[in-house]
């Protein structure tokens, strides 16, 4: 996990040989969401196939900006394209995986999950109605928690990023006020706060600032030692980020029968479920410019589907379930083809 950290700080992954890279080497950039997982995984396919993984963590946003520019073979984003998105650029869409996005705070005395917020107060504070941490709201919802009167340091992502994506979604659901003042999208015009590059950006800013309150995938959380909060769900139930909440909340998920297997699991149902649940996902072209790079890159991906599935719990990442996966094959065997109409993928099954 040291070389994650350090590698995060770069926001690149640079999984190859010294020497420069071959035609069969993979070049991907986007989510940050995603980060930790294909660290790890490149690292194990590197050893068992030889074959390297260039990915940059620029952010959801320039990650769909680069392969439709056609200067990477795959991005990876945390706002899944529509169907129309998808067809304007020639691109096809699946998931990798699934996880959560936690709110972190730095407050002393507050251990992980001692705080406790909800959608509402939430929206409230990321509004700057709400400007300290003994404010009121807060201590209804935390009555045996001593809050000090500090003043809340909202830390935001600068970048386009999934991860806000999936933060404001959740927000928006939440709170009509931020619905219709702010909305919900890879980038925002955030009321109040300061902004930091990538989730490492957020990470470092939220770990050394007194106050400050932050939103990061939860593979962030753990190997930066923040605080996590725990949040109300839609069933009413004050629930921790973990690997079961956001199990909990892709229980239910209609992939096979959503255009692009766009769906968003942001407060969903479910007694145990995390209320800012999402996938991350890959976009391809449905006819690539290179289609050796291209094969090695789905290659890649069914290696990180049949064997990752251990590798990404250890971050509390969600496999994909084997139905899924089987659908997401078939995709590509359907639709990403080379010049001459011919099939990329094949499966080895």
Known sequence: ??????????????????????????????SSFAYPIYTKWAEAYKKESGVGVNYRAIGSADGIRQVKDK???????????????????????????TAGVAVVVNLDGVKPG?????????????????????????????????LPSLRIAVVYRSDGSGTTFL???YVSKESPIWRARVGSTTAVEWPVGTGAAGSEGIASSV?????????????YVRPNKLTYAKLV???????????????????????EGAPGFRVI????????????????????????????????????????YAKGAGMAEELD??????????????????QIKDATGRPIYTSAK
């Open 1 to 30: 996990m040291q070389l994650v950290r350090a590698l995060m700080a770069g926001g690149v992954l640079v999984v190859a040989a010294a020497a420069p890279a071959v035609a069969a080497d993979i070049s991907g950039a986007g």
């Open 71 to 97: 200067t990477v073979t795959f991005a990876a984003t945390d706002m899944p394209l529509s169907a129309a998105d998808l067809d304007a650029g020639g691109l096809v869409q699946f998931p990798m995986l």
């Open 114 to 146: 001692d705080l406790t917020l909800d959608g509402p107060t939430l929206a409230r504070i990321l509004l700057g109605e709400i400007k300290a941490w003994n404010d009121g709201a807060i201590r209804k919802l935390n009555p045996n928690l001593r």
């Open 167 to 169: 933060f404001t979604d």
């Open 207 to 219: 770990g050394r600032m007194k106050g400050a309150l932050g939103y990061v995938e939860y593979a």
């Open 233 to 255: 769900n839609r069933a009413g139930n004050a629930v921790a980020p973990d690997r079961s909440s956001f199990t909990a909340a892709a229980a239910n998920a209609d992939w």
């Open 265 to 304: 699991l942001t407060n969903q149902a479910g007694a145990a479920a995390w209320p800012i649940a999402g996938a991350t996902f890959i976009l391809m072209h449905r006819q690539p410019n290179d289609a050796a790079a291209a094969s090695a890159a789905l290659k890649f991906f069914a290696w990180a």
């Open 317 to 334: 990442y969600v496999p994909m379930p084997g139905n899924v996966v089987g659908a997401i094959e078939r995709l590509w065997a359907e």
